[in-house]
């Protein structure tokens, strides 16, 4: 009768340990993040949109003819990490080596969005001749 309460023991250990680990591996918390990017008031397509959060793995999207984007943070799986992020747009590729986006907008920290848990429409309006500061 020992035998089989540790027998019995073990199988619910070994069930709550494997149930525990799927619940971790559903990953971070994600909010559903879509919107456009206009340059000079004009769509921008082809753009690839990035959003890095301080912590974690950064979701990417590329803009369609009309400049909307949908956040991807890994293959099937739309969304971003909750949080803030640095945002980073880059018209740059292999195929199309000329930027057309203004460096501040292509590196780190002239953009930033905060994504919160559920629906996100996050546009950008991007400029490509900074305003003259008086």
Do not use: W
């Not at 994600?30 to 950064?58: C, H």
């Not at 590729?93 to 002239?110: C, D, N, S």
């Amino acid at each position: 009768m020992h035998r089989y309460l540790c027998v019995g023991s073990l199988i619910v250990f070994v069930i709550a340990v494997i149930c525990g680990c799927n619940a971790q591996s559903n990953g971070p918390e994600l909010g559903q993040v879509e919107g456009r990017v206009m340059l000079d008031g004009k769509p921008l397509s082809d753009a690839t949109v990035i959003f890095r959060p301080s912590l974690g793995r950064e979701s990417r999207a590329i803009t369609d003819a009309d400049g909307h984007y949908t956040l991807q943070y890994t293959p099937g799986n739309n969304g971003a990490i909750t949080g803030d992020h640095v945002v980073i747009i880059s018209t740059r590729t292999e195929a199309h080596p000329k930027e057309l986006v203004p460096l501040a907008y292509t590196t780190r920290g002239a953009l930033t969005a905060k994504v919160q848990p559920g629906k996100n429409e996050i546009d950008f309006h991007l400029e490509s001749k900074p305003k003259k500061v008086p």
